[in-house]
């Protein structure tokens, strides 16, 4: 199942943006979604997740300027960006992660685009 982000586009500097991604039931309800980043040149990295519980975690480079949340009425997946930088331009991806093994279960969509510049 390829799990599609939405809702990446162009920032400002300290900026907000908020992007989702929906998951299929049987995937979303049991088990972690995962949000990851890739910029240019550089490999893809987690940049948080959040279980199936509401528990969430976040890589040091995001924390306390990201916020994963979800909504499993939706299947759905949002991740909250707050003072944006331009470090954060990258491609934002999303992924369901197997609860007990933290495997991912999900094939890479095309992801979307983040660009934070003045």
């Known amino acids: 199942v390829q799990l599609q982000a939405s809702g990446g586009g162009l920032a400002q500097p300290g900026g907000s943006l908020t992007l989702s991604c929906a998951a299929p039931?049987?995937?979303?309800?049991?088990?972690?979604m995962a949000w990851y980043r890739q910029a240019p040149g550089k490999q893809r990295e987690r940049v948080g997740d959040?279980?199936?519980?509401?528990?969430?975690n976040y890589a040091a480079s995001v924390k306390g300027r990201f916020t994963i949340s979800r909504d499993n009425t939706k299947n759905t997946v949002y991740l909250q960006m707050n003072d944006l930088q331009p470090e954060d331009t990258a491609v934002y991806y999303c992924?369901?992660?197997?609860?007990?093994?933290?495997?991912?279960?999900?094939?890479w969509g095309q992801g979307t685009q983040l660009t934070v510049s003045s």
């Open positions: 959040i279980t199936s519980g509401g528990n969430a």
């Open positions: 992924n369901a992660l197997d609860a007990r093994s933290r495997g991912i279960l999900g094939s």
């Open positions: 039931a049987n995937i979303f309800r049991a088990n972690v």
